[in-house]
């Protein structure tokens, strides 16, 4: 379960089905754009109403520069960190170094 500042509920972030290569990375593409796209949504909405949501933007921005070089499934994993990170409402899972 995702965050839902108002914005609904995260999409599945679950694998490609199999399938060709180019199919396969063509369906992680529009994963990757949708998610970012709904991913800068909820940041723009929630982050002045909760600033701690803030913190996501960095690890945001790299996933864009991975969707941009073209690793997306690179892209997805860190959008599930991002996402992690969101659902535990801008809490680390680890303590920082």
Known sequence: M?????LGQWPDMSA??????????????AQCATAL?????W????VPQAPQFAAAVP???EAVRLYRSGHYD???????????????GGQQATPPQ
């Open 43 to 46: 940041l723009q909405a929630a």
């Open 59 to 61: 690890a945001t921005i």
């Open 16 to 29: 490609p089905a199999m399938g060709s290569p180019q199919a396969n990375q063509a369906q992680a593409q």
């Open 74 to 88: 690179q892209c997805l994993a860190q959008i599930q960190l991002v996402t992690g990170f969101i659902g535990r």
């Open 2 to 6: 995702g965050p839902t500042v108002g």
């Open 37 to 41: 796209q709904q991913l800068y949504g």
